[in-house]
């Protein structure tokens, strides 16, 4: 699915994961024009980094019912307008008691801090367990739907492969793990605006994919790397 969403989706966890772990002796000075924020507890990292992921996917559920019937360029053009409006609501004034308007989210949890000196080992553990998963679905019965979709819609719909629900399965879990992304570069980056998810973002992204070849797992990976 030629979607250029992910950096809608990326900021959606990065902003769940901040909002949920400001600790509270710290919301009153970040959400300073908004006096305090609608949100008044703080939760872990772990428990924080799935809800991003789940939020992101959530909006991909809501956001597939009518785009995953469009195709091709359609899709993607739809997709993008998604990541500009997300990015522009989150800086709406009148959710700032939950986003911090155009403001800066800072002061939550980041690799510093939850394991010093060795930042990447965290990183690299978790990136581990996506990368892993996505493996695991890939070689499991709808992996196999997946790749028949992808290779040949109309030879899979012939074999009884219901076509918008396996796109939808799709769109909704690849949402999750780049919410997963957002709440990583959250972490790294130790401050969050809305401004910095723009399309280029998405457009990286793509880049990666296509130095590494397209449905290769592995030359993805290599291809981050050479691309940073």
């Not at 800072?106 to 978790?126: D, E």
Request: positive net charge.
């Amino acid at each position: 699915l030629f979607s250029l969403g992910q950096a809608g989706f990326m900021l959606v966890g990065a902003y769940s994961y901040a909002i949920l772990t400001i600790p509270m002796a710290k919301r009153a000075a970040v959400y300073q024009y908004y006096d305090g924020g609608w949100v008044q507890f703080t939760i872990g990292v772990l428990p924080a980094l799935l809800i991003a992921g789940v939020v992101a996917a959530l909006f991909a559920a809501l956001i597939g019912l009518p785009v995953l019937r469009l195709k091709g360029d359609y899709l993607a053009i739809a997709t993008l307008g998604f990541a500009e409006i997300i990015r522009a609501i989150v800086q709406w004034d009148t959710i700032g008691p939950l986003t911090n308007g155009s403001n800066l989210l800072k002061t939550y949890p980041t690799l510093k801090n939850i394991m010093p000196g060795n930042t990447v080992l965290f990183t690299f553990i978790v990136v581990g367990i996506c990368i892993g998963l996505i493996l695991l679905l890939i070689n499991s019965t709808y992996g196999r739907a997946f790749k028949a979709i992808r290779d040949d819609e109309i030879a899979a719909e012939a074999m009884g492969i219901n076509l918008f629900h396996h796109k939808q399965m799709a769109f909704v879990i690849s949402s999750f793990f780049a919410g997963i992304g957002g709440a990583l570069l959250a972490m790294y980056q130790g401050s969050l605006q809305a401004n910095s998810f723009k399309s280029a973002m998405t457009y990286e992204i793509l880049l990666i994919v296509v130095i590494g070849g397209m449905g290769s797992v592995s030359g993805s990976i290599i291809a981050s790397f050479l691309f940073i």
